[in-house]
């Protein structure tokens, strides 16, 4: 009996996005591949997104900046977008900086309601 994973990408819930993880400094020759695998991960799920947990990445640099950049147009020719899960905070003021704006993991969704407490008035209740 064998326990070996299939080859091929794993099979992901079209609703939930896929996760791509980006660990250490990513070099020039391997840009590349991680754009091919977030095109094949967009077509594979049918998702509308990856997430990229760029939490060990590494120190941001423009480095960092490039690759995020490549990867959100590769994303964006597929049909698709990235969005980020644990950016740093210098890698945040970074990408602000260059005027790249990606959709956090967490934040909220442009035209979606913020979620809050909505909180009916009963007649006869005192005020407070």
């Known amino acids: 009996m064998s326990s070996a994973r ?14 791509l ?7 020039r020759d391997e840009v590349a591949g991680l754009c ?34 490549r990867l959100e147009l590769a994303a964006r020719r597929a049909g698709g977008r990235i969005r980020l899960r644990d950016p740093a905070l210098a890698l945040q003021a970074l990408l602000d900086l ?3 704006r990606f959709e956090m993991e967490g ?10 407490v909505e909180e009916a008035v009963e007649p006869g209740d005192p005020p407070v």
Do not use: K, N, Y
């Open 21 to 27: 993880v980006l660990a250490g400094p990513v070099t």
């Open 36 to 69: 091919d695998d977030v095109r094949a991960l967009l077509e594979a799920t049918g998702a509308g997104a990856v997430v990229c947990d760029v939490g060990g990445l590494g120190p941001p640099g423009l480095g960092a900046v490039d690759l995020l950049a």
């Open 6 to 19: 299939p080859p091929g990408l794993p099979i992901v819930d079209a609703m939930t996005p896929a996760v």
């Open 107 to 116: 934040e909220i969704e442009q035209g979606e309601p913020a979620l809050c």
């Open 98 to 100: 260059v005027g790249l």
